[in-house]
């Protein structure tokens, strides 16, 4: 699918946008990882990596207790070779936007050593202002994402199953860009 979306030119390389969420689980299992505010809450971190205009290229699943700058660096080095209109298959953005959570020395060093550029806001001195024009794209496919009623709440009590009902989800948003435009 995201083939086809990069043959016919509409994915957007201009930005990666890396947000996450947290899905409760309903019952019983064991929980995926304890959260740091309610210890006894069991659920999981969904981390999704957005091209910049809202196709989910790659989605991950966390324990809800995993900090959100973790999962920074595996989902840009997941992502896939994606056909391009013209030239080589192409697997970096040319820039990264992500939340002031994600700021560190590392996480601005790692993106720019592969070519891409990144635009973290710095807590205290940057206000979310400027970023959060870019970062409603994220939210929006967050949003799309959790349209799915089986991904709201987490139902499954093994992990690879709620991974590939969001995989789903992540391949039927990425379908119905192309659909639109036909339609």
Do not use: N
């Amino acid at each position: 699918m995201l083939d086809e979306l990069g043959a016919r030119g509409q994915i957007d390389w201009a930005a990666a946008i890396v947000d996450a969420t947290a899905v409760r689980a309903k019952r019983g299992g064991t929980p995926t990882g304890p959260d740091p505010v309610d210890r006894d809450r069991k659920g999981s971190t969904l981390h999704v990596l957005s091209d910049a205009a809202g196709l989910p290229p790659v989605v991950a699943v966390s324990a809800v207790g995993l900090h959100d700058s973790k999962a920074f660096k595996p989902l840009l080095m997941a992502l896939p070779a994606i056909r391009s209109r013209r030239g080589p298959r192409r697997r970096r953005p040319v820039k990264a936007r992500v939340g002031k959570a994600y700021h560190s020395a590392g996480h601005l060093a790692w993106p720019r050593g592969r070519g891409i550029i990144p635009r973290i806001a710095r807590p205290g001195i940057e206000s979310g202002e400027r970023l959060g024009r870019h970062c409603w794209v994220i939210e929006r496919t967050l949003a799309w994402l959790l349209g799915y009623r089986r991904l709201t709440i987490r139902y499954e009590r093994h992990g690879h199953l709620f991974t590939a009902f969001l995989a789903l989800a992540a391949t039927i948003t990425c379908y119905k860009k192309p659909a639109q435009l036909t339609t």
